[in-house]
């Protein structure tokens, strides 16, 4: 048996999950795994279920550990969570077959973009909300949002920088959700490319708008990074579930 | 006539609302009278609603001009808040009476507390709630808490560095509102004591727990800081209204 963590964690001071040579700010993986360290007394290796870009949260992010923990589950993220800084936080510990691995026994991930939707500022959501002044009509982005529903090739959807061949991924749902001035975009497939949710929000914002004509079918059927939206920025998004 | 200003501020990197000369964190006050005279090109007087402790936010602040500004009121939130940093903006301007007055004029104020109720912290909130792990039954508080309705003597629950004589003041309601983990406590007076809230809501958390068994009302009779409970920090506390 091993043992494996979910946390949560606001990525705004880190350079993602993986440590990143040519950044100056800390990685997610590397200040958890020293504090495990530290509770359990000897070295580990800590694999996680995605590599989250600099800035992007985590309410549920899965990981685990190439041992298994002599400490009780229910004590085990109160023991961690003394040793972390308070940006991140273990929520909960199990324990799993040897052969669980966090990544590959994924079999989907539900992604949320929380958008500000006002001219004024939240100020208490600088770090984790992006700010969009343009009312957003929740009813015509669900409509639009139904073309990315199945199995396609989501070419236009993958930032032009990424080098992964196989870009067939089935979405399961993209939609949005109005709460006040906030608007959150939910959605979840077996996996995503590389920038993909922040090019998907993008889009249907730019539809909303009416600064993109083409329907989403279109732009996913063109498999040309021209066609879609801009890329949101990463203080929006947060990793949300993650399905196994 | 003269300008006035409605904004919100996130205090944790302010030393409050007033200049604090043995701070070394800048002020609101001082930050947005910058902001106004860069627009407006001349110097300003700005006098605000009340004054805030450092690290306490705003939802709702009121301030006002010694003068009177030349630009529509519709876009002089705008327009500021161009030149503020993000954790303050300018919501709202309006005009009034030469004989205005945010502080004096004011009727009342509704603070808010926001309590994140749960034995994990919450990685979103550090600086924007005080987390407490005990479970708060909010029946029990809002029962506890018509105690502190009405107009009484508050010395109990004033901080004992005050020097204030007039300890008088009238309570329109203390009550506590639940929303999954968050708890939140909110109060509104005439008038609040120096840390007057921050002191309530600790008593009202210690009599809920049973560290304090005294009810809220002999606590108000003892006139004695003693008999009250622990200051709250501020991180959790919020001006929440203006009353005028």
Request: net charge positive.
């Amino acid at each position: 048996m091993i043992t494996a963590l979910v946390i949560s964690y606001k990525g705004t001071g880190y350079c993602g999950w993986q440590v990143q040579a040519q950044s100056p700010r800390p990685s997610v993986q590397k200040t958890l795994q020293t504090a495990i360290e530290t509770v359990i007394g000897c070295g580990i290796k800590l694999s996680g279920c995605s590599r989250t870009d600099s800035g992007v949260h985590a309410n549920e992010y899965y990981c685990h550990l190439d041992r298994y923990v002599e400490i009780d589950c229910d004590r085990l993220p109160l023991a961690i969570n003394k040793y972390l800084p308070d940006d991140i936080c273990v929520k909960r510990a199990f324990t799993a077959e040897d052969s669980f691995h966090s990544r590959y026994f994924a079999k989907g991930k539900e992604y949320m973009y929380l958008v500000w939707n006002s001219r004024l500022k939240n100020v208490f959501y600088t770090d984790t909300a992006y700010m969009y002044p343009k009312r957003i009509d929740v009813d015509v982005i669900n409509a639009f949002g139904k073309g990315f529903e199945g199995t396609h090739d989501f070419t236009s959807f993958m930032s032009a920088h990424s080098k992964i061949k196989d870009t067939v991924r089935t979405v399961w749902y993209f939609r949005a959700e109005r709460d006040g001035d906030f608007v959150r975009f939910y959605t979840a497939a077996d996996g995503f490319l590389y920038n993909m949710v922040r090019i998907m929000v993008g889009s249907a914002l730019e539809i909303c708008s009416g600064r993109i004509t083409l329907p989403i079918e279109e732009i996913i059927e063109r498999k040309s990074r021209q066609a879609a939206g801009k890329t949101m920025p990463a203080q929006g998004l947060y990793l949300n579930k993650v399905i196994y």
